[in-house]
């Protein structure tokens, strides 16, 4: 470890001593675990860069990340000091073969199934070297001996089966399959999800105790009991009966294996979440733009955890959501942090985000 990086994880520890990450574990797993908190309402601020769009090697992540920590040491949220690698969308594909395709501001892979024989040509999943898969193994390997095992690392964003196959086939293809070629559409989600599988558990044993197996948010913290995470933006282009059909077998072969899930969509997922909230072995709902109250109106089950964002102008809101239907909530709070570089910010700044975390405290309050 440089002498740098073993500063600022000397300053980290002095911002988050033992007891202060005990109690905010203590209030997540309460929540994890469907219990009230021992104190207080957990939450996080949102971060102040792009955990998934920045695709960064192993250095330029772990040094904002440890920017990331200082400043969350100097409020009181909930944010537990660990590194998260990043998201890049062909991690799957690439196992089977895809080619990245980088473009002008994201990334893609190779379209590799164009006739359902193609489905039988795939090759085993492999996470060998050269793949992307080994790429993330090796950063995070990197993350535990530049920190000498300080920090503990999250699992890569590598999104979930559906959107994987849709990546593959195209998503018009795939879809349609379903109807066309049921035979088909199931054999591709069974391989892609027991790559999934695979290279989640890969991860898992890579990093033993030190393993944060959540990407929903990247800055969130579970217990160890959580189960899995899994990525489902495709849900929004779905009616209920063809998520109880054809996806659902696959997240709960998932949460079988990894022992539980938590399930991610960006967009308006309403139509599908009461079909979703009724899957065997689902721990969590994670919405990507839908707000509290958005989730309450479409029916989630109080009994699941809801990880969303909220702003602070709409803490009121959300606090008699919470008491009303007894809610189990991971809030991400937006707003605590002025515009502009951290490095900048003045000490008038300083003292409304101080002002804005008071009032995210009293909002926190059971």
Same mark, same amino acid.
């Given at each position: 470890m440089d002498a740098t990086t073993a500063r600022r994880l000397d300053e980290i520890d002095r911002l988050f001593p033992p007891e202060r990450l005990a109690k905010s574990k203590a209030r997540w797993r309460a929540l994890w675990h469907g219990q009230p908190p021992p104190d207080?309402?957990? %939450? *996080?601020? #949102?971060?102040?860069?792009?955990?998934?769009?920045? +695709?960064?090697?192993?250095?330029?992540?772990? =040094?904002?990340?440890?920017?990331?920590?200082?400043?969350?040491?100097?409020?009181n949220d909930d944010f537990i000091p660990s590194v998260f690698p990043g998201c890049r969308q062909a991690t799957l594909p690439n196992l089977f073969g895809a080619r990245e395709v980088v473009m002008e501001d994201d990334y893609a892979s190779d379209v590799l199934i164009h006739d359902p024989a193609d489905i039988d040509r795939l090759p085993e999943p492999s996470a060998g070297p050269g793949t992307l898969a080994r790429h993330w193994l090796d950063m995070q390997a990197? %993350? *535990?001996? #530049?920190?000498?095992?300080?920090?503990?690392?999250? +699992?890569?964003?590598?999104?979930?089966?559906? =959107?994987?196959?849709?990546?593959?086939?195209?998503?018009?293809a795939f879809l349609v399959a379903a109807y066309?070629?049921?035979?088909?559409?199931?054999?591709?989600?069974r391989r892609v999800t027991d790559a999934f599988v695979m290279f989640w558990t890969l991860q898992a044993d890579l990093l033993g105790e030190l393993f944060v197996g959540t990407h929903l948010f990247g800055w969130d913290w579970v217990p160890d009991d959580a189960g899995?995470?899994?990525?489902?933006?495709?849900?929004?282009?779905?009616?209920?009966?063809?998520?109880?059909?054809?996806?659902?077998?696959?997240?709960?072969?998932?949460?079988?294996?990894?022992?539980?899930?938590?399930v991610h969509s960006c967009g308006n997922f309403a139509a599908v979440l009461p079909a979703l909230c009724a899957t065997p072995g689902l721990r969590g709902v994670n919405a990507g733009q839908m707000t509290l109250g958005d989730l309450v109106q479409a029916g989630v089950d109080r009994t699941k955890v809801i990880s969303c964002g909220c702003g602070l102008e709409d803490l009121e809101a959300a606090r008699a959501a919470i008491r009303k239907?007894?809610?189990?909530?991971?809030?991400t709070l937006f707003g605590i942090w002025p515009?502009?570089?951290?490095?900048?910010?003045?000490?008038?700044e300083w003292d409304e985000i101080r002002r804005r975390d008071e009032r995210a405290l009293r909002w926190a309050e059971r």
């Amino acid at each position: 470890m440089d002498a740098t990086t073993a500063r600022r994880l000397d300053e980290i520890d002095r911002l988050f001593p033992p007891e202060r990450l005990a109690k905010s574990k203590a209030r997540w797993r309460a929540l994890w675990h469907g219990q009230p908190p021992p104190d207080r309402q957990p %939450f *996080v601020y #949102a971060p102040t860069f792009n955990y998934y769009d920045d +695709v960064d090697p192993g250095e330029r992540r772990l =040094d904002k990340t440890l920017d990331e920590c200082l400043l969350h040491g100097r409020v009181n949220d909930d944010f537990i000091p660990s590194v998260f690698p990043g998201c890049r969308q062909a991690t799957l594909p690439n196992l089977f073969g895809a080619r990245e395709v980088v473009m002008e501001d994201d990334y893609a892979s190779d379209v590799l199934i164009h006739d359902p024989a193609d489905i039988d040509r795939l090759p085993e999943p492999s996470a060998g070297p050269g793949t992307l898969a080994r790429h993330w193994l090796d950063m995070q390997a990197w %993350f *535990v001996e #530049a920190t000498d095992g300080r920090l503990p690392v999250h +699992v890569v964003d590598m999104q979930g089966p559906a =959107d994987v196959c849709g990546k593959l086939w195209s998503y018009d293809a795939f879809l349609v399959a379903a109807y066309e070629n049921p035979e088909g559409y199931h054999r591709l989600m069974r391989r892609v999800t027991d790559a999934f599988v695979m290279f989640w558990t890969l991860q898992a044993d890579l990093l033993g105790e030190l393993f944060v197996g959540t990407h929903l948010f990247g800055w969130d913290w579970v217990p160890d009991d959580a189960g899995a995470s899994v990525s489902a933006d495709s849900l929004v282009m779905i009616s209920p009966d063809f998520y109880r059909e054809f996806f659902q077998p696959y997240i709960e072969r998932i949460a079988c294996a990894l022992g539980g899930v938590t399930v991610h969509s960006c967009g308006n997922f309403a139509a599908v979440l009461p079909a979703l909230c009724a899957t065997p072995g689902l721990r969590g709902v994670n919405a990507g733009q839908m707000t509290l109250g958005d989730l309450v109106q479409a029916g989630v089950d109080r009994t699941k955890v809801i990880s969303c964002g909220c702003g602070l102008e709409d803490l009121e809101a959300a606090r008699a959501a919470i008491r009303k239907h007894g809610l189990l909530v991971d809030a991400t709070l937006f707003g605590i942090w002025p515009q502009g570089p951290a490095t900048g910010w003045t000490a008038a700044e300083w003292d409304e985000i101080r002002r804005r975390d008071e009032r995210a405290l009293r909002w926190a309050e059971r």
